[in-house]
């Protein structure tokens, strides 16, 4: 239904902008991945993790995004078509993650990027794959992201939270939450070792700056605040903004709100500043 219903919040293409598709073979599959090239001359990327709840959501889904999110920061976007649950399971998601960031890593010459200004992306769901990403990068030594930009991303998965109980985000109901999270633990149970959720990572002390864009009526956002204060805890630096009035997934609408479009500007504008500082 979401990639039905695609072109209702479709996003115009820039001039100049390029979009091709290719693949990666990942766990036993071809993974898709949609690349948007803002401008000839864009060296810089983001590898991007759409939402969907680990369920739904696809590069076509998310494609008005994933074109604004490469206009405004000038990056090339990498949107993922990873597999989802109930298909995949948690840690299978983070490797299917990983072996795309390799293989950007080892087509960078090819793709025009260069390997040293890559970062990591995702919203919601998506934000839990890229900050699992960005630790297990960390952990194995992988060269190093600029950055991780995380939007009204789910970090906690704690069916307890006061804010998931309380939920009337329209986007995100209490029936959603509490689905969304039944199907990650009866999925993880396939996998030899759980995957626990960001806000229980051990150590958080070699993690990627990160950038974090929150919705003012979203049930995730306490959890986002939550892990902001556990990155910043850990020295990590963090630049985060709240988005008034908005809802969970309100980039979505990028295509049709002009408060959506801004606070794409200034998350483009913010990758954008930390781009230039990491080369000065």
Do not use: K
């Not at 789910?154 to 804010?163: M, P, Q």
């Amino acid at each position: 239904m979401a990639d039905r219903d695609a072109h209702r919040i479709a996003y115009p293409r820039p001039a100049g902008m390029t979009v091709c598709d290719s693949y990666v073979v990942s766990e036993g599959r071809e993974t898709r991945v949609r690349l948007y090239r803002p401008v000839a001359d864009a060296q810089a990327a983001i590898l991007y993790f759409h939402g969907g709840g680990f369920t739904q959501g696809s590069v076509e889904s998310y494609d008005g995004l994933a074109t604004a999110l490469a206009e405004a920061s000038g990056a090339v976007v990498v949107s993922v078509d990873y597999m989802r649950l109930p298909e995949a399971t948690p840690q299978g998601m983070v490797r299917e993650a990983f072996d795309v960031l390799d293989w950007l890593h080892a087509m960078a010459g090819a793709l025009a990027i260069d390997p040293a200004r890559i970062a990591v992306a995702g919203g919601s769901a998506g934000a839990f794959i890229a900050t699992h990403l960005a630790a297990r990068a960390t952990r194995t030594g992988h060269p190093p992201l600029i950055c991780q930009l995380l939007l009204y991303g789910v970090y906690d998965l704690n069916g307890a939270r006061a804010a998931y109980l309380s939920a009337r985000d329209p986007l995100l109901t209490r029936p959603i939450i509490g689905a969304m999270i039944t199907t990650y633990h009866s999925c993880q149970a396939r996998d030899a070792e759980p995957l626990p959720p960001p806000i229980e990572i051990a150590d958080l002390s070699a993690m990627p700056p990160a950038i974090m864009l929150g919705a003012e009526h979203d049930a995730v956002l306490a959890e986002g605040v939550d892990y902001a204060a556990r990155l910043r805890t850990a020295g990590i630096s963090v630049e985060t903004r709240i988005a008034p009035a908005m809802c969970h997934g309100f980039l979505r609408a990028v295509g049709m709100s002009q408060p959506a479009r801004d606070e794409m500007r200034w998350l483009g504008e913010a990758f954008r500043n930390h781009d230039r500082s990491t080369r000065n």
